[in-house]
């Protein structure tokens, strides 16, 4: 089945930074969803990205399906985006889920 | 809010014992999917149903059993519960079978077996 790998596996960030998540496939995905689950473990949709460029506030992110990679781009970062995200992907399997990025934003 | 609730929040039992958990998915989703997340597993897909119908079987332990009903509510049975299986168990929920679109997901049931 298809693997997905994430990085970093740990990330801390000064309030106001900016951060580059990475997510790579080892097949073609179809289908390709960023999550934040927060501290008190709700999984919250970020993105559905099977290609191209979205954004949404603070937030974007960047599929390129040819090279079966994603990027979630997260700018002027707060305490709230304080987390683990999570990216997950599927081709003719279901959703296979990274081990995620584990973010900690400090004031 | 995803549109997906989950019942019970918390479940806290003891081994041996059995639990069912239940899912309603967002209004029009006919797919419901039940994931696991485990501190050794992580996120991990257990089945999923379509309109009624079994659809994919992922890591699902034959202790364990699904269903989805006419209202497309679906249930989760855990049974011979074991300290291992104690989880954070998520239902979520698509439009059509799975192939495209997103998956929601509910806040989840976090189960404790003592």
């Known amino acids: 089945g298809i693997q997905v790998e994430q990085s970093p596996p740990d990330l801390i960030l000064q309030e106001g930074a900016n951060s580059t998540l990475r997510c790579n496939f080892s097949d073609s995905v179809n289908n390709l969803q960023w999550f934040h689950q927060n501290p008190w473990g709700q999984l919250i949709n970020l993105f559905y990205?099977?290609?191209g460029t979205k954004q949404n506030g603070r937030l974007s992110a960047t599929t390129v399906a040819t090279e079966r990679y994603s990027l979630l781009y997260i700018s002027s970062s707060q305490t709230t985006d304080s987390g683990v995200y999570f990216c997950a992907g599927r081709g003719n399997t279901p959703l296979v889920f990274g081990k995620g990025t584990r973010l900690s934003v400090i004031a | 809010d995803s549109g997906v609730t989950q019942t019970p929040k918390h479940l806290i039992t003891a081994t041996g014992q059995r639990v069912t958990l239940r899912c309603s998915p967002r209004s029009g989703d006919l797919s419901v999917y039940w994931y696991q997340q485990s501190l050794d597993q992580g996120l991990q897909f257990l089945i999923q149903?379509?309109?009624?119908?079994?659809?994919a079987k992922g890591n699902i332990l034959e202790r364990f059993s699904a269903q989805q009903f006419p209202d497309l509510h679906s249930e989760l049975n855990l049974s011979s519960l074991e300290l291992g299986d104690s989880a954070l168990y998520f239902c979520?929920?698509?439009?059509?079978?799975?192939?495209?679109?997103?998956?929601?997901f509910g806040p989840g049931t976090r189960l404790t077996v003592l």
């Open positions: 149903y379509y309109n009624g119908e079994e659809r």
């Open positions: 990205i099977p290609s």
């Open positions: 979520a929920s698509s439009a059509g079978q799975g192939g495209t679109g997103a998956q929601y």
